[in-house]
């Protein structure tokens, strides 16, 4: 009887669907439907191509299987069966269709992940969440008691390894499960461990393959033992099982959240779109004039919302105000969702990893308590502060980061309200926060119209409800004026709370082997280190608990550098452990600062996956696509026709930019600067390891990394001490029995001129200072341009500087270094770009790379180095002066000073191209090489011998620099009036240039090769004669 009904009620279910898709109206629907499915490259169920949709009714007796499974429990049916099984998981449009077909697996575009299994019978599973119409399998396992598998609360990321893995993970009694064993539960199965290698065929809209990796890097198990088990399970459900509850704003938020316009986009047109998103982008405080509006037109919004999508609370929480409506106890589930978030978007635009990371929960807890901007927070440097960034209302713009005309890498106060002093550079946080403070100390002073009662002042009292926050990592306390305004802090009794960053790593790469040993720099880190590791434990214990003793300003039993110097001093507290700052931070806020206070938080920077990644610099930055590759075009929900027209008409906008008969490829070699000079040095380490090599907290940076594995006792890191530095080399160079290579990035170099002018220069000491990233150096930005150093190394006039524009160059150079000189400093700099390739020097630069080799040997000979390289420049192409007789042409010379001599070679060669100025102009390139000295004997060759006619300058550095020099020489020896010369100076803007690509930087300077050509034969065609 049971059976007859069941047979009767399948017949019912039939006969109703057969005449639904005959039906004129729903058919249509189906045929778009096909095309949609068409443009994904789906499959039907016959194998071929195309109208999958309009085919349902060819599959229905496959509803018949069923039942011959009904007493089987879901896995056995998903195991036994085999034959042709499809799979929805709910997606508008079948977007996720996943067919298999005799053991072979065909699938969309969307999905190319999974295992086909042998099944012998045709199985399909729909989830009945599609269309009511289809609920019979519904209907069935109700009656069964069963969880019918595509149930959304079971669903793992179908994307990954979901169809292999969930029928035994979710059928397991066990509740609490990590990512981990999820990905081991099925031998073979396409885990983690092996989803790198298929990884990147995830061409489609399926976010969730990229999502699960960035699980499993975060170590999801952390959270067990920090938070306890209920965090731990919401964070599985939430960002593993991806099961968000309906109404999980009410669970989470202690009132709802005011919605951002983002949600009702469709609703308005693109320009009303854009004034409502800049509303309210400038109601959060963002200085919204600052950014192209590229970066939030629908387009990009549209793709933040597809990523945030996968975040749920960071999805409705715009500012500080939206934050503060989070229950406390769900902090941590945001703090994921932030890491989630870091790992995808600094991995799409490249920029500071680790150092963002060590801080999330701190900038978290921090915007949490307290009440910036009216709090003035201030952080060192301003690199680990994406999180404080992502929170105050920059949350969609952060495609954008270290973009040309995006927001900046660091802290900037002409980007945001919340980012109180600009930075970019070390230790000048607590100088910023107590002039902070003590300026408005000065006005509610004046304001109060008092008069001071206390000689020493010790007492005052600042704005009672205003807090003053400095946060400094253990790196920025090596530096000298991060000590100094210590000190002062503490002699004036400025009520500012210093939060000291405790990593054990130094906020820079400094994580490298040198004399000290592989350990962080200086005295002051390993007095807290043995302070911690003495008290540690008990103190964190008693940190955690003083908010609940009122003890909080307690300085505890043991006495530290910090309470010596009369500080209160509060820790030390596990600082990625959101619960116990908010505790802190509450009992702060609560009762006040009695005096300056220093609060010491332990951080990590580094886990076992950054480990593994990079284990000497603890991934400090990333390039772009360097976790995994991914193309932003998959935010786009495009299809893939529309994708390959996006590619087209970008690919036709990017030849038409550049339309330059020379491409990157062929200019550049693959390696860099600073990889030259490793190379260089380990070979002549092998002959003489008397070279000591000496940088301020940049051995990563500077190349010295693979140098202090082999030889560490050559190497010192002395952290990020400039000043220190630069005294420290400049004594240790007058032993005449070494030979001293000071590293310093040119950026930072400005910090100790002081020392260059007084401690090197005037004592003429022979000193080697290598300045790595000379010149525009791309996406850092305005902080760490080396735009500057020509202008202020060029008037030391015991000094020599040298620019190599080449490898050929460079190797000269550190061979000149390595020669006896009897005194005074040499200063090469190095850009940040990669050296010119052979072909490229051989071709366009006109160089014999043996005989240049022959004569680096040569200069083994101190006598003809100095007489055949020092002080010499390098003719590019020459212009005969018959034609200037013979042909009536004007002679034309171009002297390069820096790294970007193959702009102008490039387009000589475009000029040279076009007939108008070929028939009138001849040119010639030279390579000065030498600022100090500078090559005069070229000049007036040129000049008196070759008789030409507009002489150029063309350097990497701003106003001061090489041509300064060269019109000087000029007028000097009255050339210009006496020749009839007219002069043209093509240098870098003195203004500041914002992060953007090494290229677009070079373009926004007009400096680039195209803007040369145009610039050039401007000038030539304005001042024809």
């Known amino acids: 009887m049971l059976y007859t009904v069941s047979f009767f009620y399948v017949l019912c279910v039939v006969a109703l669907m057969i005449i639904y898709i005959n039906n004129p109206f729903v058919y249509s629907n189906i045929k778009k439907c096909n095309r949609h499915m068409n443009s994904m490259n789906a499959y039907n169920f016959s194998g071929g191509e195309g109208n999958l949709c309009g085919r349902f009714k060819n599959i229905l007796p496959r509803f018949f299987k069923i039942l011959s499974y009904k007493n089987l429990s879901p896995n056995k ?13 709910g997606v508008d449009n079948f977007k996720h269709c996943l067919y298999k077909h005799n053991g072979k697996q065909q699938v969309t575009k969307n999905d190319e992940k999974g295992k086909a299994y042998k099944n012998k019978s045709k199985l399909l599973f729909i989830n009945s969440s599609i269309s009511p119409h289809f609920n019979l399998q519904k209907k069935w396992n109700k009656q069964e008691g069963l969880n019918y598998l595509f149930n959304r609360k079971l669903m793992y990321s179908q994307g990954n390894y979901a169809n292999n893995v969930y029928p035994k993970i979710f059928n397991s009694e066990k509740k609490n499960y990590s990512i981990h064993s999820v990905g081991d539960t099925v031998s073979g199965s396409n885990t983690f461990s092996n989803e790198d290698k298929n990884y990147e065929n995830n061409n489609g809209n399926n976010l969730d393959a990229y999502f699960d990796k960035i699980n499993k890097y975060i170590d999801v198990d952390m959270y067990k033992n920090k938070y306890g088990d209920e965090i731990y399970n919401e964070i599985i459900n939430l960002y593993v099982k991806r099961n968000v ?17 983002i949600f009702d986009m469709d609703k308005y047109n693109d320009e009303e779109f854009e004034k409502k998103i800049e509303e309210e982008f400038t109601n959060n405080g963002v200085l919204i004039n600052t950014i192209n509006k590229k ?29 503060k409506n989070l229950k406390n106890k769900y902090l941590p589930l945001l703090s994921h969702e932030l ?43 301003g690199h680990q502060t994406y999180i404080h960034k992502i929170l105050t209302g920059r949350k969609l713009l952060f495609l954008s980061l270290r973009q040309k005309n995006g927001i900046s890498g660091f ?48 007492d005052r009292d600042c704005t009672p409800n205003k807090f003053h926050i400095s946060i400094i990592g253990d790196g920025g306390l090596t530096g000298g004026m991060a000590l100094e305004a210590l000190n002062y802090i503490s002699f004036l009794n400025s009520k500012v709370l210093i939060i000291y960053n405790d990593n054990r790593q130094v906020s820079l790469p400094t994580n490298g082997i040198s004399i000290s040993g592989n350990r962080p720099i200086g005295a002051i880190s390993d007095h807290l280190y043995d302070f911690v590791k003495k008290n540690g434990s008990e103190n964190l214990s008693e940190a955690s608990q003083s908010s609940n003793e009122n003890n909080i300003n307690k300085s505890g039993k043991n006495q530290n550098i910090f309470t010596n110097i009369n500080y209160d001093y509060i820790g030390p507290i596990d600082g990625n452990n959101v619960e116990e700052l908010i505790k802190i931070f509450e009992d702060i806020k609560n009762k006040g600062l009695q005096k300056s206070t220093v609060l010491h938080i332990l951080t990590n920077k580094s886990s076992d996956f950054i480990n593994s990644k990079s284990p000497i610099n603890i991934m400090h930055s990333i390039k772009k696509n ?32 550049s339309n330059t008969t020379i491409n990157d490829d062929e ?95 005037l004592q003429k000491l022979p000193l080697n200072i290598i300045i790595n990233r000379s010149g525009l150096v791309g996406e850092d930005g305005a902080t760490h341009q080396g735009i500057y150093d020509l202008s202020y190394l060029g008037v030391l006039n015991n000094s020599t500087v040298i620019s190599p524009s080449n490898a050929i160059s460079l190797k000269k150079a550190l061979k000149y270094c390595s020669i006896d000189r009897k005194e005074g400093s040499l200063y090469i700099r190095l850009p940040k770009v990669n050296t010119l390739s052979e072909s490229y020097m051989k071709n366009y630069l006109n160089m014999d790379i043996m005989k240049d080799m022959e004569e680096i040997e040569k200069m083994e000979d101190p006598e003809y180095a100095r007489n055949n390289y020092f002080g010499k420049s390098q003719i590019i192409q020459m212009s005969n002066p018959d034609k200037k007789q013979k042909e009536g042409k004007k002679l034309v010379c171009i002297f390069n000073m820096g790294s970007m001599l193959y702009n102008i070679v490039n387009a000589i060669k475009e000029i040279e191209k076009d007939p108008v100025f070929s028939e009138k102009f001849s040119f010639s390139i030279v390579d000065m090489i030498f600022l100090n000295p500078m090559d005069t004997n070229i000049i007036d060759y040129v000049i008196n011998k070759n008789k030409h006619d507009y002489l150029i300058t063309y350097e990497d550095n701003t106003l001061g620099g090489f041509y300064t020099h060269f019109n000087n020489y000029l007028i000097e020896k009255n050339y210009i009036s006496k020749h009839n010369l007219s002069v043209k100076n093509i240098y870098l803007p003195n203004y500041p240039i914002e992060h953007a690509t090494y290229k677009e930087q070079q373009e926004f300077a007009k400096v680039d090769q195209q803007n040369l050509i145009h610039r050039i034969k401007n000038y030539l065609t304005t001042n024809f004669e």
């Open 77 to 89: 049916r998903f195991e036994e069966s085999n034959g042709s099984s499809i799979y929805y998981n």
């Open 245 to 261: 509850p309906k109404n999980y704003e009410q669970k989470y938020f202690l009132k709802n959240v005011k919605k951002s316009v």
């Open 295 to 323: 970066y939030y037109s629908k387009k990009n919004i549209k793709r933040m919302l597809t990523i945030l999508n996968y975040l749920p609370l960071l999805k409705i929480i715009n500012s500080p105000m939206d934050l």
């Open 339 to 381: 890491k989630i978030f870091h790992f995808f978007l600094v991995n799409i635009t490249g920029g500071h990893f680790s150092a963002g990371l060590s801080l999330l929960e701190l900038q978290l807890s921090l915007l949490y308590i307290f009440n910036p901007p009216l709090d003035e927070i201030v952080y060192d440097i």
């Open 411 to 458: 802290l900037n106060i002409f980007e945001s309200t919340y980012d109180k002093f600009g930075a970019g550079h070390s230790s000048t946080a607590l100088s910023a926060i107590q002039g902070i403070y003590e300026a408005n100390w000065q006005v509610l002073q004046s304001n109060k119209k008092d008069t001071l009662k206390s000689e020493n002042n010790y």
């Open 626 to 657: 360097e976790i995994f590759k991914f193309n932003l075009e998959e935010l786009d929900n495009c299809h893939e026709e529309n994708c390959n027209n996006i590619n087209e008409e970008s690919k036709k906008e990017n030849s038409e930019k």
């Open 667 to 761: 200019i550049f070699s693959n390696e860099t600067y600073i990889n030259i000079y490793t190379k260089e040095m380990l070979k002549y380490l092998e002959k003489n390891n008397n070279i000591i090599f000496i940088s301020p907290a940049m051995l990563g940076g500077s190349g010295l990394l693979d140098i202090s594995k082999r030889y560490p006792k050559n190497v010192y890191d002395v952290g990020i001490a400039e000043q220190h530095a630069v005294t420290f080399s400049a004594a240790m160079s007058m032993n005449k029995n070494l030979n001293i290579h000071l590293h310093i990035y040119s950026t930072f170099m400005q910090r100790a001129y002081d020392q260059i002018i007084h401690d090197l220069n």
